[in-house]
Nanobody
Framework: QLQLVESGGGLVQPGGSLRLSCAAS????????ISWFRQAPGKEREGVSC????????LYSDSVDGRFTISRDNAKNTVYLQMTSLKPEDTAVYYC???????????????????WGQGTQVTVSS
């Protein structure tokens, strides 16, 4: 089965950290740029971070820049989102998505995606 599976979400106190994982099964992530999105209740889905096929190019939304770090390990077929200094406003369901990319060093949020994960809940609360 071709799918993306997120893991690593949970409940954390403000100022804490979490690392989300996005693992692919049934296909290789090597040909895909990967993006993380999040959606909070009553809000639109927003792009959080993306990483190019090569891992050289990364992009962050203004709301998470400096606090979140995206990385990928193609050998493990997994992409990570390290989240630090978490705030209550980071509370959301986080999704990863894989978009085919001919260009190895490019990532953007506004693109077509072939695969989406089921989402993992992140709750930041004291």
């Amino acid at each position: 089965q071709l799918q993306l599976v997120e893991s690593g979400g949970g409940l954390v106190q403000p100022g804490g950290s979490l690392r989300l994982s996005c693992a692919a099964s049934g296909f290789s992530l090597d040909a895909y740029a990967i993006s993380w999105f999040r959606q909070a209740p009553g809000k639109e889905r927003e792009g959080v971070s993306c990483i190019s096929r090569s891992g050289i190019r990364t992009l962050y939304s203004d709301s998470v820049d400096g606090r979140f770090t995206i990385s990928r390990d193609n050998a493990k077929n997994t992409v990570y989102l390290q989240m630090t200094s978490l705030k209550p406003e980071d509370t959301a369901v986080y999704y990863c998505a894989a978009g085919p990319s001919i260009l190895r060093h490019m990532c953007v949020f506004n693109r077509e995606y072939d695969y989406w994960g089921q989402g993992t809940q992140v709750t930041v609360s004291s």
